[in-house]
């Protein structure tokens, strides 16, 4: 396959193998997720997620280690929405959320496994519904969660990690 993925429309995400593998690339589509080991110039599909792909990362100190984020289209917390596959993507596991659904990850490029994700939710209030958001933090590759704060609901396109303010 050539570098415009012929017959698969929607490539929607392209993440890089960070410095340390800089000829391997990632790129997700709604359907599936590819990689390439040789700098784009074939691709060979690694996944068939359940549900369209949010995000793909990969782990700057351990590349081998990726995260996918799918639409999670039950809307329901723990719904399975958060995937991690530590084999450079020969296989994938779904890693337990149990907290609003997962809109989008980011990761500490100095520190492997620590994460950060932001979930969101619909509470029922006595005079109507609330979408609220919370930001959360996993220093352990996503197998356990902690709440850093919660905020009114306002659209999220992304995280960005200011390396200046983390002290781990």
Sequence with gaps: MDRRFEGHRGIERVGPGYRVQTQTLYAGASTAVYKSVDGAN?????????ASLIQILVDAQSPNNIYEVLLNTQGI???????????GGATWNTIPFAHPPMVTLALDPRVSGHLFAVGWE???EPYGSVLVQALYTSID?????TQAAQVNYSPVGGIVVDLSLIHI
Aim: aromatic share 10%.
């Design 42 to 50: 074939t691709w060979t599909a690694i996944d068939s997620p359940s």
């Design 122 to 124: 619909n509470l029922a």
């Design 77 to 87: 917390p723990g719904a399975p929405n958060f995937r991690k596959s530590t084999d």
């Design 141 to 145: 590759g996503g197998a356990t969660w």
